[in-house]
């Protein structure tokens, strides 16, 4: 009972300090913004045979739709450093990923805003406002968030992995269920790729950020477009793209989603990727050999094939680095760096990144 | 051929000043933000009977869902004023409706921001960032573009109305079309409600703006919870509310949704709405009398149904405004009078009324 109420008593004060913590988040100084708005971007348009006649205007002859668009909400601080960040999130998420965090602190686009960074926030096309698809879809209410917790390595649920950088509050993580949101047409990540390729030739040069399932097209971008200047990839798992004929074994792995393959494509669009500076960085609680835990050995597969990719991007002369951060002592990060509890470590890693790089001018 | 080069050139010339306009915007002050960020709000949870099986995970049992919430994205100016404007867009819409406007300048998010009000931008539950839904959906892929040009009072497709206020290149209409997104999950006008009041619980006073088809959930909201302090409404045209016993006559209309019905509700709701100022503004091009034109006889019936709910409202001691504002000397207007080439004024008029009501503290 002493235990109860010493237990009950410590999580009083986890939330009075978690309370404290966003309220002076509240009192930084104000964010200076020389410019914001919304626009789509790329996307498709299909006419259907015929003649419109206004009349008839819920027949379809004639008409048009305009789908698989990106959906990009932009802001540029005053004196804004020269490349923006372009922040592509992961499945099942929407721009928000890189917003407010599930505990109610300032995400990546708060923080590096506050470094002069503009930041451009995607919806993906087929997700959040960005919602038009060129193919249809079928949407079914699905109990999976326990999964969830669990795949994104919070801890195995209903056990938190043991100094996980996430917060213990039931609010939090309602927060962060509730900010899933679903496909409106099914993944495909060239038709993604070609709308944020579409996105840097209106905006020009930028930084690349991409989470999770965002990093497969992420590389695509960059092969397709060399106003791509860098790549930041936070725990890519797929996609994975490798030059014909040096394509490596399957990865085995107990992840639910099974053994783990790259993707073969022509050496020439390989070489571009080893134009541009990548990081890749991925969080804790991913095992280091094989195990039955499905959710440490999914991630372990990833990271693996990560380091194969890395060493062959580097082999054919580019410059890209894998960080597992518990290796450089930072420990407890979910599949979710940057909108963890030492979100301001994990932006400063980056940020030292940028700069080593020069690519913070 | 005379002619034609004429008009190519006036096209030149106009292309030519709206951009000199999107970059006199650009120009303007910086927008000093003290607090900006996003949340999720209100909503559903439903668990899956049984025990959740870490072993097992892909199976629904002891899963939970949360569904049916709104997503939020607020920006709070340095001085704010006392009351936010919170803003619910229309049918097949999100927050996007009240960003950058179609042709690039600033909507009402940054001109009431410029004006020191707080804003909160609203994607209604089971739309855009707030996708989850406690319902299925399918979602077909439609060609309705040229539909929903002349349903929204562009023109009578392909043709613009006369001295119609938006833009005119083939740029701005791509935007307008491609900012549409669709249900994932059945319209419910009580589910939007609850959440939007869950919001106002959680944020305290403020003034709720809707538009179109976010009429009807505002007036609920503004019934259920009495932090709404003040309704301001863009083209409402179904979920009129009117107490039991007062229902008007059905109004016949030859507009493509066929005739408009009132919805009965208690007296002790409907006296809410007396109890809180509200205003609503309709655009140009809608017929004054019954016509075959669709769309202008489609607006004509909201119209009319408008007034009589205004008129009833203000019997039982109320203070309901409509605006026509063709009949104040204001033209040209869409369905969309906050982002139409003008909506500089629109902004002024709700200044205005604002001001007015005490509103602007």
Redesign the interface.
């Known amino acids: 009972m002493k235990k109860l109420k010493y237990l009950v008593l410590t999580g009083v004060i986890i939330s009075a300090l978690a309370s404290a913590v966003a309220q002076q988040t509240?009192r930084q100084k104000?964010?200076?913004?020389?410019?914001?708005?919304?626009?789509?971007v790329g996307?498709a348009?299909?006419?259907?045979p015929g003649s419109?006649v206004?009349?008839d205007?819920?027949k379809?002859a004639?008409?048009?739709?305009?789908?698989d668009?990106a959906?990009a909400?932009y802001q540029i601080p005053?004196k804004a450093r020269k490349y923006p960040l372009v922040f592509l999130h992961g499945a099942g998420q929407?721009?928000?990923t890189w917003?407010?965090t599930p505990d109610?602190r300032?995400g990546f686009q708060?923080i590096f805003l506050r470094r002069g960074y503009s930041v451009y926030l995607l919806?993906q096309p087929r997700?959040?406002?960005?919602?038009?698809?060129?193919?249809?879809?079928?949407?079914?209410?699905?109990?999976?968030?326990?999964?969830w917790f669990?795949?994104f390595r919070i801890g195995?649920?209903?056990e938190y992995f043991e100094g996980v950088q996430f917060p213990k509050d039931s609010a939090s993580l309602?927060?962060f269920?509730?900010?899933?949101?679903?496909n409106?047409?099914s993944f495909d990540g060239n038709v993604i790729a070609d709308a944020v390729s579409d996105l840097f030739d209106k905006i020009g040069g930028g930084i690349l950020v991409t989470h999770s399932q965002g990093g497969g097209p992420g590389w695509t971008t960059a092969i397709k477009n060399d106003k791509v200047k860098a790549i930041v990839a936070y725990e890519p798992y797929s996609g994975f793209v490798f030059p014909k004929g040096e394509l490596p074994e399957p990865i085995a792995s107990a992840g639910?989603f099974g053994e783990l393959k790259g993707v073969e494509i022509p050496l020439a669009d390989f070489n571009r990727l080893a134009k541009v500076p990548i990081v890749v960085y991925y969080g804790d609680n991913i095992a280091k050999e094989p195990t039955k835990v499905?959710n440490k050995d999914h991630w372990r597969s990833g990271l693996e094939m990560a380091r194969i990719w890395a060493a062959t991007i580097n082999k054919h002369g580019g410059d890209a680095t894998v960080v597992h951060l518990p290796e450089i002592g930072i420990k407890g990060n979910t599949h979710f760096p940057f909108s963890d509890l030492n979100n301001m470590e994990i932006a400063n890693l980056l940020s030292k990144w940028l700069k080593e790089k020069g690519l913070d001018k």
């Open positions: 509240v104000p964010l200076i913004i020389a410019e914001q708005g919304s626009f789509l996307g348009k299909t006419t259907q419109f206004l009349t205007a819920l379809p004639g008409q048009t739709f305009h789908a668009h959906y909400f005053v929407s721009k928000k917003e407010t109610g300032e708060n919806d997700r959040g406002e960005a919602g038009k698809s060129a193919v249809p879809a079928t949407i079914t209410p699905t109990a999976d968030e326990q999964f669990t795949q195995n649920y209903p309602e927060q269920y509730r900010q899933m949101t679903p409106t047409g639910l499905w």
